[in-house]
């Protein structure tokens, strides 16, 4: 069975920096593709960036293009969201997310698999 653990997350002020991580478990195989989702109050889960198994191609929402950079490592079966230059509205629940396939067209769509959520809250 397949899990995802996020962990990372936390308060920080307004201009700060953030890690998160996500560790695979229960895969006999890397996922084709990662990536972060996030969930603000009242609002629906949104794409925040992805990544494909080889780490080669990444994708952002505009809006945290130039500040947040995704990676993994694939030793490790772990994916990272590393966050700059945090803003208020970037306060959410963010998730990991697990995709056995990819498509340069797809890259925005979630896969089947889910984390808990790990909570991030940027104070003005």
């Known amino acids: 069975q397949v899990q995802l653990v996020e962990s990372g997350g936390g308060l920080v002020q307004a201009g700060g920096s953030l890690r998160l991580s996500c560790v695979a478990s229960?895969?006999?195989?890397?996922?084709?593709?990662m990536g972060w989702f996030r969930q603000a109050p009242g609002k629906e889960r949104e794409f925040v960036a992805t990544?494909?198994?080889?780490?080669?191609?990444?994708h952002y929402t505009d809006s945290v293009k130039g500040r947040f950079t995704i990676s993994r490592d694939n030793t490790k079966n772990t994916v990272y969201l590393q966050m700059n230059s945090l803003k208020p509205e970037d306060t959410a629940v963010y998730y990991c997310?697990?995709?056995?396939?990819?498509?340069?067209?797809?890259?925005?769509?979630?896969?089947?698999?889910w984390g808990q959520g790990t909570q991030v809250t940027v104070s003005s």
């Open positions: 997310n697990a995709d056995s396939y990819y498509s340069i067209s797809d890259y925005y769509n979630p896969g089947n698999y």
């Open positions: 229960g895969q006999t195989f890397s996922f084709a593709k």
């Open positions: 990544i494909n198994w080889s780490g080669v191609r990444t």
